[in-house]
Every structure is written in structure tokens, then in C-alpha cells.
């Protein structure tokens, strides 16, 4: 057997190979377009983990006949971009630089990028799982496009764990494969980590193996981005649960840790909305105002206001109704289309609109149904607060 790492066996080489983000590289899409007519330009491919950010990337200047320079902006400096943009290579070939967790690049650094993206010197592919609004300076952003990625569905990790088998040789049973896809929870790059250590343990796929070897590994990843995001996810989750006690453990973690404040703090104010709700509007009061604090104040001060608002958010009555409705919403949105607005809620800046009905029987205070004809009687907020 090969000693080549899973994961590079199973990375695609082009786009007929490539698994998810069909709504970017599908047919008619914007990326598909852009790489079958040769037209690549400065973008920021934002999205969780482990969903073909690199990949895409590579496949994109490779496609493009394009100069691909992969650089780490948890370990590059302004040295290493000066020597990309003053190597030796024809004019006419394109310059594409990928430039991972680009959100970990400070202002400076963004800026001294900027004049090279600015004229074109370099074509910048930047990838990051955090908000580039927050994260990228406005110059540098203006100048990108930016293309949000999914987690993968269940079908496409599915996918994957069929063509690792197939390299491997082996075989994984129903459960085992269910079990699999539960656990990489669309994370392609924890799939394939997963099914490398079992079967380099074991020799096989079977659900025992993969449940053993999954505490081996964090050996395979680099342990502060995974690490990163499973606190995260655990600080989420003791809220989420109300364990105020597992909360300020996982919280002090990530403070110990060195993470960015203003990661943490934004995480809150999601929270606030999503798993609060209106059981507590002032929740979102309070994680706004501890993301003042972060900002004005920073490390070590800021690490009570941080303490102090997740302690308030772990205490919280829970109430998921504000995102439960959006997304039902969401999914009609989805099924439907843009439906017709009812004429009486249209409205009349000219004298036409009027004759045509725009704006006809409308009334401030009105208890009618005010949905599109086709959803007369959805619900989608599910009041379940006790008054």
C-alpha cells in the first residue's frame, strides 16, 4: 500500500471529481463559469471546516494555468508574499495566491497585500471560517468577491467514504457508515482522518475500529485549528445545556489558549438570538454589550466580560422559536420562489400602480392574512413562551 496520506489520494484534481458546493460549481454556476472560461480573480471562499476550501482553490489555478503559491497566514509574514511577487517566472502567467485562514492576517499585513491585488499582480484566493466582514479590511474585501461553502450533506460525505473504500480496498458496513457520517457532521477532512487512523490501526472500517481509533485523531490534524473549533463547540454547547460550570471551563480554555477575543464574543451574540431568543431579549443586550467590552478593552480585562456574559447566557431560559421560524420560512422561500406580494401591501408611487389595485384596502392595523396567496395560513413562529 501507497504511504501517501488518504487524504491526498482522495483530493480531486478537477471539477468532475469535486464533492459539494454544487451551488458554486454547478452547471451555470459562478465558479464553474468563471473556471471554464478562464476568468479568475481575487476571492474569499468563507465556510466551516473542512468543505474543500483548498481544494477548490487548487483546482481553480490549476484549471487557469495559473503560478499557485499556498501560504498559511498563521505562519506567513510580509517576507513571504515579497518573494512570491519578486520570483522569477513569465510575465504573462498569473500569480495565484491562497492564502489559508486569511482572517489570522492582521491589518498590516492585509494592507501590504492590497497594492499587489489592487493591480492585479497577484490574484488572491483567501480562505476562512470566520465572517470576512469582521475579519478583512473593507479595501482588501472590495476587491474580492466573496463565495460562501456549505458543510457537506450527508449523501456527499457518503460519497467520499465510498472512494476512500475504494482506494483501500475495503469495506464499511451500513451502521458503520451511518455512524461515520454522524460524526464528520459534513467535515470531510474529520471523515477521511477518521476512516486513515482506523484502517492504518486495524485494517478495517468495522463501527469498533472507527469508535477506538477516533481518539487517535487529533494526532493527524494540526491540533490548534482542531482544537479551535472543538471548544468552541463545547462553550456552545454547556451553554446550550445551561452548564454554567462546563461553560466557564471551556471558556477559561480558550482564554488560556490565546484565542481572539472578538471570535468568542461573536459567538455569544449568535447565541443570544439563536438559543435564547425571546425567551430573553436582553440576552442579545448583553453579549452586545460584552463585544463592546472586548473591543475597547481587549486582553486580560476583557476575559471577566467574557466570564460574566457567558454565565448570563448559560443561566438563560432557552427559546429556539426566532430561528425555527426563519427557517421554516426559509424552506417555503426555497420551494416557492418569489411569490406575487398581495396587492394591498404594494406599493403606489405613481398614479398607474394605484389604478392597477397597488396599495388598495390596505390598513395599518390589519389582523388579515398578509402571506402571498400560495401560503395563506402558514405559521412560522410557534410562540411557546408562557406569558
Known amino acids: 500500500m501507497t504511504s501517501e ?15 459539494g458546493q454544487s451551488h458554486l460549481v454547478g452547471e ?6 468563471a473556471i471554464d472560461n478562464h476568468q479568475i480573480f481575487s476571492m474569499i471562499f468563507w465556510g466551516p471546516p473542512g468543505v474543500g476550501k483548498t481544494t477548490l482553490a487548487r483546482i481553480i489555478a490549476r484549471e487557469s494555468h495559473s503560478e499557485l503559491h499556498e501560504l498559511s497566514a498563521v505562519s506567513a509574514s510580509k517576507d513571504d508574499i515579497k518573494k512570491i511577487i519578486s520570483s522569477s517566472q513569465p510575465t504573462l502567467i498569473k500569480k495565484v495566491l491562497f492564502l489559508d ?8 499585513q492585509q494592507d501590504f497585500l492590497l497594492p499587489s491585488v489592487e493591480s492585479g499582480l497577484l490574484t488572491l484566493i483567501g480562505a476562512t471560517t470566520e465572517n470576512p466582514s469582521f475579519e478583512i479590511i473593507a479595501p482588501l474585501l472590495s476587491r474580492c468577491r466573496v463565495f460562501t461553502l456549505k458543510e457537506l450533506t450527508e449523501e456527499e460525505v457518503g460519497l467520499i467514504i465510498t472512494r476512500a473504500c475504494k482506494i483501500l480496498k475495503t469495506k464499511i458496513n451500513k451502521k458503520a457508515r ?3 457520517i454522524n460524526m464528520a457532521n459534513g467535515d470531510a477532512r474529520q471523515c477521511i482522518t477518521m476512516i486513515d487512523n482506523a484502517f492504518t490501526l486495524y485494517q478495517n472500517l468495522e463501527i469498533d475500529s472507527l469508535k477506538n481509533a477516533l481518539q487517535n485523531s487529533f494526532l493527524r490534524f494540526d491540533k490548534q485549528g482542531e482544537e479551535h473549533f472543538n471548544l468552541i463547540s463545547a462553550f456552545i454547547k454547556s451553554m446550550r445545556a445551561s452548564n454554567v460550570d462546563a461553560t466557564v471551563y471551556y471558556l477559561a480554555r480558550m482564554i488560556k489558549s490565546g484565542e481572539d477575543p472578538k471570535f468568542i464574543a461573536r459567538r455569544m451574540v449568535v447565541f443570544a438570538s439563536e438559543d435564547i431568543g425571546l425567551a430573553n431579549s436582553n440576552a442579545l443586550l448583553l453579549a452586545n454589550q460584552v463585544f463592546e467590552s472586548v473591543l475597547k478593552i481587549g486582553y486580560p480585562e476583557c476575559s471577566i466580560n467574557l466570564v460574566h456574559g457567558a454565565i448570563y447566557l448559560a443561566q438563560s431560559a432557552k427559546n429556539r422559536a426566532v430561528v425555527d421560524a426563519l427557517g421554516l420560512a426559509m424552506k417555503d422561500i426555497e420551494a416557492t420562489g418569489n411569490l406575487p406580494i398581495p396587492l394591498n401591501l404594494r406599493n403606489a408611487p405613481t398614479q398607474l400602480m394605484k389604478d392597477l389595485g397597488y396599495g388598495q384596502g390596505y390598513q395599518k392595523y390589519s389582523t388579515a392574512d398578509l402571506l402571498p396567496d400560495k401560503l395563506k395560513g402558514k405559521k412560522y413562529f410557534k410562540n411557546l413562551l408562557k406569558k
Open 5 to 19: 496520506p488518504l487524504a491526498s489520494l482522495l483530493r480531486p484534481k478537477n471539477l468532475t471529481d469535486y464533492v
Open 28 to 33: 451555470g454556476k459562478p465558479l464553474k463559469i
Open 101 to 108: 485562514e486569511i482572517h489570522r492576517f492582521n491589518k498590516a
Open 178 to 180: 451511518e455512524w461515520l
